[in-house]
DNA sequence: ACAAATTTAGACACTCTTGTCCAAATCGTC
DNA sequence: GACGATTTGGACAAGAGTGTCTAAATTTGT
């Protein structure tokens, strides 16, 4: 993919920069209006940039929105698998820390612009697309849940939790600790801080009184009256 | 809103029969294009009706829109209500019959026809016309749930749960009998109804272990080896 | 069968958008 | 300071969609 003349020299300099910031744009006009209503001329003077170079960059409506997703998507990724490597292995406090994590990958990776944009983009016009969305499918979910139900299958191999099956108990792990943002997030709103640490902290304590090894370990304090040896 | 005329006869006959048609076509097209890339033709094609009968009865296509996504809500409510109706105040077998009630839930409310349309107007169009969806908002959700945690409450006071926060217990519960059915939702998909059962399984047995009030009552069997009075 | 209301089909003006073309201005590099 | 590549702005053709209008056809109730 590189530019093919004599030196390894990448084409000019700001043409990069131009790319990235036509791409920016475009994602914030196709989410606000979708695809059909998206507008090139707005989508240029979004980006500070003349239509021609629009074209000149993607060529397509099309093709340009494809570029999008799969900028967004990596980015995405970039975000989440950062985030996964903060996964509490070896937990001090098993609720705090998991709280922690669910806070952190909703700030980090769902909340956050690109995350909010990718989501709408999928849910918009998903169908359109079957294969760009085929692609993502593989390249999200399929990897990142993975990724997640392995920390958490880690932690009930080191004790710390009684699980079945680490796919779902990393799927529900991600319901519960984003029950109470559903709404918003179907709006297209940006939940604040406090909601995300509220849904967060209802969730995994949910989460640890189903899968909690032991009160002594984790949280489950005041609700389980019944006494254990 | 009826007709003024001297007896209390409705305007013709096939006449709300074609105003249902169009909003039920529109629905279609609205959903498929979105607004801005759905085509008056197509929905008055759809509907079995010419162009200028579109315009006859709703005059617009924003407000065409409005009556879609108002109808679509009632239609939805109604189903909603009726299903929780079927909410197991007294169960014999609590896990089953509230795996029962997920499945409805979902089969009657959220994978059907208006309940995916409506899911995806909302997804789609909501910040656009933020009366309108807030007018949903409070006519979906602000009622529904509510009567959701109603039922959970009446089971905790009839010895059936321990639940600290009804309306905290009622969206996890939603989280959690939905949880593996989130990419499904998102793209748009409707899931098969062995995948509907099997996500309501798997979220009530982990709802129960959490707020179970006790093993013999219900589900939780051979995960909680902690042994109790 | 009659009269009123509704529906239809087509034409129409108008606006908006996409994508292309081109000459002038600008930028980055040597 | 000069050269080549990129960017710009504006004009342009082609197409699509909205909303209106009209006269003819059809339906509905009596």
Redesign the pocket.
């Known amino acids: 993919m590189r530019a093919s003349v004599s030196p390894d020299?990448f084409?000019?300099?700001?043409?990069e920069a131009?790319r990235l910031s036509i791409v920016d744009a475009a994602a914030g006009v196709f989410c606000r209006e979708g695809f059909a209503g998206?507008?090139?001329?707005l989508i240029a003077a979004e980006a500070?940039?003349?239509?021609?170079?629009v074209?000149?960059?993607h060529?397509?409506?099309?093709k340009l929105f494809m570029a999008v997703v799969r900028d967004l998507t990596d980015r995405c990724n970039v975000g989440i698998f950062a985030t996964i490597a903060t996964f509490p292995d070896q937990p001090g406090d098993l609720e705090a820390d998991l709280i922690g994590f669910a806070v952190r990958l909703n700030q980090n990776c769902i909340c956050n612009r690109d995350g909010k944009f990718l989501r709408k983009l999928i849910q918009t016009e998903g169908e359109r697309y079957p294969e760009l969305f085929a692609e993502w499918r593989e390249q999200g979910p399929g990897t990142t849940w993975p990724a997640i139900a392995a920390r958490f299958a880690r932690l009930a191999y080191g004790g710390y939790l009684t699980i079945d099956d680490p796919d779902v108990a990393a799927r529900q792990f991600l319901g519960l600790v984003n029950a109470e943002l559903q709404t918003t997030f179907m709006l297209g709103g940006t939940p604040r801080e406090d909601e995300v640490v509220q849904s967060a902290t209802n969730g995994v304590r949910t989460f640890l009184r189903a899968f909690g090894k032991s009160p002594a370990l984790g949280s489950v304090k005041k609700h389980t009256a019944l006494a254990n040896a």
Request: aromatic share 4%; charged share 30%; hydrophobic share 15%.
């Open positions: 020299i084409p000019p300099r700001g043409h131009k998206a507008n090139i001329d500070g940039v003349s239509r021609q170079t074209y000149n960059h060529g397509d409506k099309e």
